[in-house]
């Protein structure tokens, strides 16, 4: 059974302990993680603490951070298909996703590597006129990345990336599921010749976690992950009044009038709700379809449901693998389960496969007559779609809306005008139109609500990790007047 190990203060280490990982193509162990103590937490955080004042680090030009940011990305591309096995044996995710993503990971470290030496103060035309006052931007510290297991490596790129752009440095802790492709891309920190303790990674359960969210040298936490977790996260960062950056996920809204393309709509449908086996953040797991069209559109993406490769995640043919862990299968089961029975109509899907393994089929619900529907409320974070037609724009908009979570979103129309007035009144964080599930290093990525609060990607993200200096210069020599006046 393969072993896995910490990086801690550029050294890699056994845990307190160890735990199971579980392939989930066949539900088996597979190898053994190592599983942070309060002990390690707080070694890891010591030690970026101290990284953070040396001089081999916080003495570094923003232009030698950047070249270290560049080198980074080249490991990560020659070694995004080593990486990609890794995060497919261990999550479940396809091979043909995993490939592809951390592909392009390495583009997220040379956007950042590029940024490092752009992050600009400003001067302030300052209405006294004995005075020159400018800005500085200086990073905030140590950061605590807390990653989940879906597109690991992309989700930390978008917390180390930014993070050692500013000049900050980190503990990253990964989810105790899945989490072999973080701890394996430690080794890149290390080989790229990041000075020791400016990036650590390490996984554990819970305990792990509450250790490194309230620890008193932590300054800024940037998670990923579900709501009921980041509340946990916030009550604890009033121990060290750290800033907070979280992404929360959504339960985003994919809308197609009647005027659309419907066979583009279609295969973006597919890819917002059945790609990564659903389990994405941005999934569009709410597909609201013009009345007038709802029964053809279903047709559609029933056919391709159906038509769907379901397998082992390691075969380049297979569309949709296993989900992540057997509770999260069981979990959505029965939220479906309890939806068809509210009057929900099963249009295709509904039960776990039978055999090894924790694979759920690509499933549609259609509750037009029950809205309020568990799977049409709930974040299912699985390969189920939920459906709900409209008359018009305004109740497209209203349906849209109606929701706690605010993190992305899909419209589909032919219509210019109609598709500003949606991105105009749509309340989230990321609009996409007559397209879905595209991202760049350059675009901010974020949502509001129950999705959470922060921007990640592009200069926003970078802007997250400093703290501003105010600095004011006297240039009269003239002595100080009266000194009980406020200047």
Known sequence: MQSFQHYIDGRFEDGAATFESLDPADGRPWALMPDASAADVDRAVRAADRAFTDPRWAGLTATARGKLLMRLAELVEEAAPRLARLETRDTGKIIRETSAQIAYVAEYYRYYAGLADKIEGAHLPIDKPDMEVWLRREPVGVVAAIVPWNSQLFLSAVKIGPALAAGCTLVVKASEDGPAPLLEFARLIDQAGFPPGVVNVLTGGPGAGAA??????????????????????????????????????????????????????????????????????????????????????????????????????????????????????????????????????????????????????????????????????????????????????????????DTRYGLASGVFTRSLTRAHRMIRGIRAGIVWVNTYRAVSPIAPFGGHGLSGHGREGGLAAALDYTTVKTVWLRTSDAPIPDPFVMR
């Open 212 to 401: 490194l969210t309230t620890h008193p040298k932590v300054a800024h936490i940037a998670f990923t992950g579900g709501p009921e977790t980041a509340r946990h996260i916030v009550r604890g960062s009033a121990e060290n009044l750290a800033k907070t950056s979280l992404e929360l996920g959504g339960k985003s809204p994919f809308i197609v009038f009647d005027d659309a393309d419907l066979d583009s709509a279609a295969n973006a449908q597919v890819a917002g709700i059945f790609a990564a086996t659903g389990q994405s953040c941005v999934a569009g797991s709410r597909l609201l379809v013009q009345e007038s069209i709802r029964e053809d559109f279903l047709a559609r993406l029933k056919a391709k449901a159906e038509a769907v490769t379901i397998g082992a995640p390691d075969d380049m043919a297979t569309e949709v693998g296993p989900l992540c862990t057997r509770r999260q299968r069981d979990r959505i089961e029965g939220v479906v389960a309890a939806s068809v029975a509210g009057g929900a109509r099963l249009v295709t899907g509904g039960a776990a496969i039978a055999g090894d393994g924790f694979y759920f089929p690509p499933t549609i619900l259609d509750c037009s007559s029950v809205p309020d529907a568990s799977s049409v409320t709930e974040e299912l974070f699985g390969p189920v779609l939920s459906v709900v037609s409209f008359r018009d724009e305004d109740e497209a908009l209203h349906l849209a809306n």
